[in-house]
């Protein structure tokens, strides 16, 4: 809209069906200062009345053509059976008024306005308030029912682009947040989230209320009773209809659910305890789990949450903390632990959304997992071939290590599986893995460049092969050496560079034999793991943004506790050294095999240097920070050989530089590294700005440690990934000095 235009005015509504639904969204609409007109239709009269009393409408009646004719949009909330009848006193009336619905089963309304219309119009929008009340009637009206709710929407590929805009803005005037999916998905994610969850409880109540002592039962009852079963005194003419018109899904979700009724069964009565903890763990921890998602994502399609980090300039870092566990080896301690005989006990373990993911997969395929319980976690080891199939694909969220390295652990099981992970992951090359794969004799699907979601598919066997890597990268190593676990023969694996050792340790810490000769790692397929305690040191991708900032800001004396300080893992270390920083090594010990120490370092004036070429694959995640480094080191900082950060979460190179260019430090981007142009001196280095991490959790963690040297406040977009790899860092960067605050949209 260009300036001086006037906004469009909103459309008047007619509501069909003044029930707690109809009602909730007419009082919604009111209370957010809606401009039209709010209509609407009942044979009921004294619900009629009740709405024009409560203010929540304007007009209202019986006679619907009436009422159409002086509305722009018209929303059907009748029960779903009723919704045929309605679309029919529609159809000769509606014209090009944009038409939508609030059922809860949307093939049901969908088959219902084709009959109706003789097709299903390009105005009609159909839509799901995915919130409720057990209670009935206009009078029940909560103009805050759909605050902070989900409404689904599932238009049709010839909807009118305009017709969704205008259904999606009159949720949005509600607080609620709009989604889109398709019909029959909806569906099936219905029947299992809220239908089932319903016929349960209806079921359990009328069973109770039957015996001779309900009485007794209801008296006693307890509160996870009454939580469970509130949903029981909803409507029950309004659940007959969702159940009758959402047969099918329902019916398959109910023999889901009855499989795994059964199986529980016999564990209890067989007193099979490991079952029943198995069960149980996974269910307890499931809903943790997806409690996590849901509070930083979307419903279903997992987009993130908006997050915006805003940073004061100034200060200095100081104290004595200890980052979160190593999340490479978290994710291989869970999945060693579980390929594993016997009980692998695990210490340090990282609570992000990444390591919990790889956790969570592991339940699903049958291994039962206690914990975590502050960073502690007991893996009930199933053996290298006693994983069962997951019921549905196995979600990796952002994490790129995990994918890559279930790739090869998967092609060897006998069953087909999926692989998939959040919209950051699905635009991440997974060719690297998958061709080798198919070389060892794995069948593999991906989507269209290479790309996520991978299908594995089961029963295939495999040949080791001797592999020459084109480009250094560890994970596609791990990813070769975990599927020979399960190939015929030897598996050989050559690197053109050093790399991340962490598999090959850690196997021969399990009790398998990897040998290693210079750039060569070489294992015997068909061996066994054994299980083994470990103890996971603080990440040093995570303590490198503490290092960074503690290396740029005077006055700053810092120790880091506890960090992993595999020779593999040290570039950053060795690089920030070579730049001249004050840091050094204290107490070294060997933990687990993986060599540990405390970090301390000290401010002192940094010098741009040449990056060496040996030290690019040994500090590839950390290259974001150590870039911030250089933008306040005298003179320029030279990297090359990096072509691979431009394929992780974001092209790190050309976000990274896009940033610093916001904040005034002069840069130069070539296709495998950058050229970066620093500052040294006791004033600040560069500007303030708002810049966008572009979703990419290493880049929003190295602009938020940038605004030490700023003149001013920086703000970085789209961090709500950040606690995949790093859960509490917004606490950790306050504690030792910096001034940053979390803003959720």
Not at 182 to 193: I, K, S
Not at 353 to 379: C, K, W
Request: charge should be negative; glycine fraction near 12%.
């Amino acid at each position: 809209m260009r300036e001086g235009d006037t906004p469009p005015a909103d459309p008047s509504v007619l509501i069909v069906g003044l029930g707690m639904i109809g009602g909730s969204l007419a009082a919604a609409l009111k209370s957010s200062g809606y401009g039209g007109r709010i209509l609407a239709c009942d044979p009921n009269q004294e619900e009629i009345a009740i709405g024009l009393e409560m203010g929540v409408i304007d007009d209202g009646g019986r006679d619907l053509a009436a009422l159409v004719a002086q509305s722009g949009l018209v929303v059907v909330a009748v029960p779903v059976l009723a919704m045929r009848r309605v679309f029919e006193q529609l159809a000769p009336v509606l014209g090009e008024r944009v038409l939508t619905d609030v059922g809860s089963t949307k093939r049901r309304v969908c088959e219902a306005a084709r009959e109706a219309f003789g097709r299903l119009p390009a105005n009609f929008v159909p839509g799901h308030p995915i919130a409720g009340s057990e209670k009935s009637g206009v009078a029940a009206a909560n103009p805050a029912l759909y605050r902070h709710h989900k409404v689904i929407l599932t238009p049709e590929a010839d909807t009118t682009p305009t017709a969704v805009a205008m259904v999606r803005g009159l949720w949005q005037r509600c607080g609620a947040e709009v989604l889109e999916m398709p019909v029959d998905r909806h569906d099936q994610v219905l029947a299992r989230t809220s239908h089932l969850p319903h016929l349960l409880a209806f079921s359990l109540v009328d069973t109770l209320a039957r015996q001779d002592e309900r009485l007794e039962i209801f008296r006693y009852a307890a509160g996870g009773f009454r939580d469970f079963t509130r949903i029981a005194g909803s409507d029950p003419v309004m659940w007959r209809d969702i159940f009758t018109a959402n047969r099918d899904a329902l019916l398959d979700a109910l023999d889901d659910f009855e499989t795994g009724l059964g199986r529980l069964r016999a564990a209890v009565e067989q007193g099979d305890s490991d079952a029943m903890l198995g069960t149980f763990d996974r269910a307890s921890h499931a809903r943790h789990y997806f409690e996590t998602l849901l509070n930083q994502t979307s419903y279903q399609t997992m987009e993130a949450r908006q997050v915006q980090y805003r940073v004061s300039p100034g200060g200095s870092v100081n104290g004595r903390i200890r980052v979160p566990g190593d999340k490479s080896i978290s994710h291989r301690s869970i999945m060693l632990g579980a390929l594993a005989n016997g009980v692998t006990e695990v210490k340090g373990f990282l609570e992000g959304e990444d390591s919990l993911a790889t956790l969570q997969a592991f339940r699903d395929m049958g291994v039962a997992i206690e914990g975590p319980h502050q960073g502690r976690v007991t893996i009930h080891g199933v053996g290298l071939h006693g994983l069962k199939k997951p019921a549905g694909p196995i979600y990796v969220g952002n994490s790129g290590t995990a994918m890559r390295l279930f790739a090869g652990l998967l092609a060897g099981q006998a069953f087909d599986t999926e692989l998939t992970g959040d919209a950051s992951l699905t635009k991440r090359p997974m060719a690297r893995v998958a061709d080798p794969l198919r070389l060892m004799g794995a069948r593999i699907d991906t989507a269209e460049g290479g790309r996520p979601p991978l299908g594995i598919h089961g029963g295939q066997p495999l040949k080791g092969i001797h592999y020459d890597m084109p480009m250094a990268s560890a994970q596609v190593k791990s990813c070769l050496l975990l599927a020979g676990l399960y190939a015929e023969g030897e598996t050989r694996v050559r690197e053109p560079a050093p790399t991340r050792d962490h598999t090959e340790r850690m196997l021969n810490g399990f009790g398998y034999k990897v040998d290693r000769d210079g750039d060569l790692a070489t294992l015997q397929g068909g061996g066994e793991l054994t299980s083994a305690p470990i103890d996971v040191p603080s990440d040093i991708s995570s303590a490198t943004f503490f290092l960074v900032a503690a290396a740029i800001t005077p006055g700053s004396d810092l120790v880091l506790e506890h960090v992993g300080v595999n020779p593999t893992r040290i570039g950053v270390i060795n690089i920030l050294k070579a730049m001249g920083a004050d840091l050094r090594l204290e107490n070294p010990r060997e933990v687990g095999g993986e060599p540990v120490a405390d970090l301390h370092i000290r401010y002192a004036p940094l010098k741009g240097i040449d990056i060496p070429v040996d030290q690019v694959p040994l500090a590839i995640d950390e290259f974001p920070a150590l870039f911030v480094a250089a933008a306040n080191a005298e003179g320029t900082t030279r990297l090359r050989g990096a072509e691979e950060l431009r394929v992780k979460e974001s092209d790190r190179i050309q976000a990274m530089a896009d940033g610093l260019d916001v904040l005034g430090v002069e840069t130069t981007v070539y296709d495998d590294g950058i050229d970066v142009v620093g500052k040294v001196g006791d004033g600040p280095s560069y500007h303030g700005g708002q810049v966008d991490s572009l979703g990419d959790h290493r880049i929003a963690m190295a602009f938020t440690i940038a605004a030490l040297r700023a003149d001013g406040p920086i703000a970085i977009d789209d961090c709500a990934n950040v606690a995949t790899s790093f859960p509490g860092f917004v606490a950790l960067a306050n504690k030792v000095g910096l001034e940053l605050t979390e803003i959720s949209a």
